[in-house]
């Protein structure tokens, strides 16, 4: 047969030497969703997520352990800028962790305050109150309408790579359109003078399609809307601001973007939280699976995994993902939270040995070519 044939002239490559290495890249993947999730939890809109749910969706994150998670807290404190790291909620581990070792935890992902002023000198004056930037200089109206206009234009920019990074999924269509008209029509107001008030305009296209998109749709557009300003805003701070202290047209546009974010937060507030705590570790997984597609991709582009595992890792990416969402055509599983269908029991980003898949799928197309 064309796998005999195939495996004579070890044209299927699938050696166990392969499949060690697809072991080792599923590690890899598994350490940077772990990494992943820490960032998030640092993130106040997740915060407050069911980590039982998070790991009956992502079983790679069922088993981890004490040093797992200190890795992962020390790679993702240490290996970026202290301003733009966010102490995460590792309280969520508490029912897998001894109270000795959450404790300890707690204690390394706290970050000191030498550690937030060891930086540059501009980073460590935008970290200082906000009474020490003020100054007694009249605001400048123009210089207030060109910020806004810098400001909207990162705003832009934070929506489309939270698209591409996969903060915000592309599927939601709905979501997406939204916030892109949002900033378009600020972009046109703050032109005129007017002051930054996108929310408004997501509330006002969001009555649109509110009565047919369920509740999730309003806290996936607060979340995104909230995480890209509190994006922009750090971009703002730390690479526009050029000066010794916040000028007073710069803490102008800050507050009305803070103003906007609380705007925002008032709506989640406004949702069960039960509900909201739900909805929110299902998007978190989302994001995981997102960011592990990212990091397949990335694999495939340097050759580090062939095009055949990359497509089968995509494969069940792509399947578990419809599996948060509640897209499957099976019928959900009951579940006595109401939570829906739960994945399988599989503890790796594959169902099958991937390279045993590549065999399979060079089989077929020796078997079409023949015909």
């Known amino acids: 047969t064309a796998g005999y044939v195939l495996k004579y002239f070890k044209l299927n490559r699938s050696t166990k030497e392969r499949t060690d290495i697809l072991k ?33 969706y992502i079983p790679q994150l069922s088993a981890l352990t004490y040093k797992d998670i200190r890795g992962a807290i020390k790679s993702v404190k240490y290996t970026r800028p202290s301003h733009l790291y966010n102490e995460p909620e590792v309280a969520v581990f508490q029912a897998i962790l001894t109270d000795e070792e959450l404790e300890k935890l707690k204690s390394l992902a706290k970050i000191k305050l030498f550690e937030r002023l060891q930086g540059d000198y501009i980073t460590a004056c935008a970290l200082l109150p906000d009474e020490l930037h003020s100054d ?12 806004r206009l810098v400001f909207v234009e990162l705003l832009g920019r934070a929506y489309e790579e939270a698209m591409t990074c996969g903060q915000i999924d592309v ?4 979501v997406v359109h939204i916030l892109k008209s949002s900033v378009a029509v600020t972009g046109d107001e703050v032109s005129n003078g007017l002051p930054i008030n ?29 995480l890209a300003h509190t994006e922009a805003q750090r ?4 690479k526009v601001h050029q000066g010794k202290f916040l000028s007073n047209e710069e803490r102008k546009i800050l507050a009305e973007s803070e103003d906007q974010v609380s705007m925002a937060y008032e709506v989640l507030n406004t949702i069960n939280p039960l509900k909201l705590k739900q909805v929110m570790s299902r998007k978190l997984c989302v994001v995981i699976l997102n960011s592990a597609a990212i990091e397949i991709s990335e694999l495939v582009k340097f050759g580090l995994l062939k ?29 006595p939270q109401g939570r829906g269908r739960m994945t399988s029991s599989r503890k790796t980003f ?19 070519n023949e015909d």
């Open 24 to 56: 080792g890249y599923d590690n890899y993947l598994t350490k940077r969703s772990l990494e992943m999730f820490i960032t998030l939890i640092g993130e106040n809109v997740y915060k407050d997520i069911d980590f039982d749910l998070v790991t009956q």
């Open 136 to 147: 007694d200089k009249e605001l400048s109206e123009q210089v207030v309408r060109e910020l």
């Open 171 to 174: 599927r939601d269509g709905a």
């Open 198 to 226: 996108d929310w408004s305009h997501t509330q006002r296209y969001n009555s649109y399609v509110e009565k047919i998109e369920r509740i999730s749709t309003k806290i996936h557009l607060a979340t995104a809307f909230i």
């Open 235 to 238: 971009t703002f701070k730390f």
């Open 307 to 335: 095009e055949t595992e990359g497509e089968h890792y995509f494969e069940h990416l792509e399947e578990d993902i419809r599996n948060v969402k509640g897209k499957l055509n099976e019928k959900k599983e009951a579940d």
């Open 350 to 368: 594959l169902n099958v040995d991937p390279t045993a898949y590549a065999e399979l799928r060079a089989e077929y197309e020796y078997a079409l």
